[in-house]
């Protein structure tokens, strides 16, 4: 069995965040958000008590409807929103991607079109 470095604990703990925050922690959110839809409007409402008479009937509607909503507005906004902002204002902070945009920029020396293109980068 390998020692336990620092290395290897902070390794495991970066994918033990990934793990938990982008996948387990995801599963259980949905199933708590659609319980607690269920108890607040399923329950309380008579029509659509008696359209969803069961849980796993409302669950496998929602879904239906909540998962393809939700890639839509994602891709939307990955397309059109606020991902190619904040993709740029990432790179516009990254220390590496400036250091890199310049050096490509000496480079380059006298050609302005890689000049014009690096510019927006490296400044």
């Given at each position: 069995m390998k020692k336990m470095t620092k290395s290897n604990f902070m390794r495991a703990?970066?994918?033990f965040r990934r793990g938990h925050g982008v996948y387990?922690?995801?599963?259980?959110s949905f199933?708590?958000?659609t319980v607690i839809q269920w108890r607040l409007l399923v329950e309380k409402v008579d029509?659509?008590?008696f359209i969803f008479q069961r849980f796993?009937?409302?669950?496998?509607?929602?879904?239906?409807?909540?998962?393809?909503?939700?890639?839509?507005?994602?891709?939307?906004?990955?397309r059109r929103g606020s991902v190619p902002v904040d993709s740029v204002e990432a790179a516009r902070a990254n220390p590496w991607i400036k250091d890199l945009s310049k050096a490509l920029m000496?480079?380059?020396?006298d050609n302005e079109d890689v000049?014009?293109?690096?510019?927006?980068?490296a400044g």
């Open positions: 703990w970066t994918y387990l922690v995801f599963g259980i199933l708590n958000f029509a659509l008590k796993t009937y409302f669950f496998l509607a929602f879904f239906a409807v909540y998962i393809p909503l939700a890639v839509l507005i994602g891709y939307i906004d990955y000496l480079m380059s020396k000049k014009k293109i690096m510019g927006k980068w």
